[in-house]
């Protein structure tokens, strides 16, 4: 199965000029193709990293120095133009055999669904840049003037000053993996834990001596120490949490304001008081004035672990959480991408009638196999093996012989999801990258970063360990 995926990986190679720059989403030639033969910025980062971990740079060096040059393009949408700083979503590779020219054509959001910019590309971009100077030991690509030029710019778009009272970063609908009409607009938990790592991971590759850098640098320092202050206080649920909430009182005014987000209690939906088990916890989706998303996504929860953005006790407590609701959480194909789904009249308003998004299909509740190295990674920092272990077990029984599907459906993952693309590539590479970090656990040096004992924010123990 591992040789299997490697040769379909190596298939979906695209090449610029003769040099490999990158992994096009899916290689499925039974389905239109619509984007899938691009090169997606998130979508590359599992397949960057199995080939960094197979000790194959090349690909992963191009593809980052690519992007860097895209993100220079004057990105215009109508008669707008989008901050300097921002990456693109994808890119595609046009080849003219006639005149043997290779030409590259970039997506800033502009052909997206929605035309929609992607925030999560410019954090994966830093994240991938991290890993690759982890991996490599090589300083002299973070250290080029354009790669440094190219940190600075992602990093002026996001701490740029405004009207904002939180440390968080304010973002439109399907602005991330999740890019459609879901409901996440607002304060979503994954950008939030990418923009937490991408601080981190940047505040290790720029120069100091570098001019504006020191300034930059403190800048950096003060909000991450707000966001990690604001994420593990107000963004964390567990029983002790959620029973608070429950006792809420409303209208609260002045600097004394317990429910400082005037939060109804009565909006808690019924489903979260049977999901939340008594040892546990998880961050939610959301949190904007008078608005609280319970739901769970992975790939935030994740990242805050592998982040370091969750405190070791908050860490500990997802992963029982992770265990306690496996049947939900995981399912029969994992990993559950969000949960639970929307459905009926909520469906309705939340995703505006999206035939793609019903219930427990795509991202609404869907299973996505490509999760499985998250979900390892975080497995492998908290010292649980055993339940990575059996996740990629479960994975393994099916996923080669239903044809490396994008995503399943149904509330347990049993079926191929109705719009899946066979062959995908992250599926593929997300597969490989979980089984290579259990073989060789010091991989996750590349996806990881340590709790920096520095930051001043002053947090609890979580509830859940006082039981």
Request: hydrophobic share 40%.
């Amino acid at each position: 199965m591992i040789g299997e995926a490697w040769e379909h990986l190596r298939r979906s190679i695209v090449y610029f000029r003769g040099n490999p720059v990158g992994t096009i989403a899916a290689n499925d030639s039974a389905e239109e193709v619509l984007n899938y033969n691009q090169v997606f910025v998130r979508d590359f980062v599992p397949s960057a990293l199995a080939f960094l971990m197979n000790g194959e740079s090349d690909i992963v060096k191009n593809f980052l120095l690519k992007a860097l040059r895209l993100q220079a393009w004057e990105k215009r949408i109508d008669n707008f133009t989008l901050g300097q700083g921002a990456m693109p979503a994808s890119f595609k590779v046009l080849h003219d055999p006639v005149r043997r020219t290779d030409t590259m054509v970039a997506d800033f959001g502009e052909s997206a669904i929605g035309r929609v910019a992607p925030v999560d590309s410019g954090f994966w971009w830093i994240i991938l840049l991290r890993a690759y100077t982890r991996s490599t030991g090589d300083h002299s690509l973070a250290d080029m003037p354009d790669c440094q030029r190219g940190i600075k710019l992602i990093l002026t778009l996001c701490l740029a000053e405004g009207f904002d009272t939180f440390p968080t970063l304010l973002c439109a609908d399907g602005c991330c993996m999740v890019d459609r009409r879901m409901g996440i607009y607002g304060y979503p938990i994954e950008i939030q834990a990418l923009f937490f790592m991408a601080l981190r991971c940047a505040k290790t590759m720029l120069k100091q001596e570098a001019p504006g850098n020191k300034e930059l640098l403190e800048r950096i320092d003060k909000r991450l120490n707000a966001l990690s202050y604001h994420m593990r206080n107000y963004f964390w649920l567990d029983h002790h949490q959620l029973n608070s909430i429950y006792r809420y009182k409303t209208e609260e005014y002045s600097h004394t304001a317990v429910n400082k987000f005037n939060v109804i209690p009565e909006s808690i939906p019924d489903w979260v008081f049977d999901f939340m088990p008594m040892r546990g916890g998880y961050f939610i989706g959301n949190v904007s004035p008078a608005r609280m998303d319970f739901r769970w996504f992975l790939l935030g929860n994740c990242v805050a672990i592998l982040s370091s953005m969750a405190t070791s006790e908050q860490a500990e407590a997802i992963m029982d959480l992770i265990e306690e609701r496996w049947e939900d959480l995981v399912g029969e194909m994992p990993l559950k991408i969000s949960y639970p789904a929307i459905e009926g009249h909520e469906w309705r308003i939340v995703t505006g009638f999206d035939p793609k998004n019903t219930r427990w299909s795509y991202h609404n509740g869907g299973s996505w196999p490509v999760l499985l190295w998250l979900l390892t990674a975080a497995c492998v920092k908290t010292g649980r093996p055993q339940m990575a272990r059996r996740a990629i077990e479960q994975a393994e029984q099916r996923l080669s012989l239903d044809g490396w599907p994008e995503y399943y459906d149904g509330k347990l993952g049993r079926y191929i999801g109705k719009q899946a693309r066979k062959l995908q590539t992250w599926s593929i590479a997300g597969y490989l990258v979980a089984k290579m970090l259990l073989e060789d656990p010091t991989h996750l040096g590349m996806v990881s970063l340590d709790e920096d004992r520095n930051m001043k924010t002053l947090m609890t123990r979580s509830a859940s360990w006082t039981v």
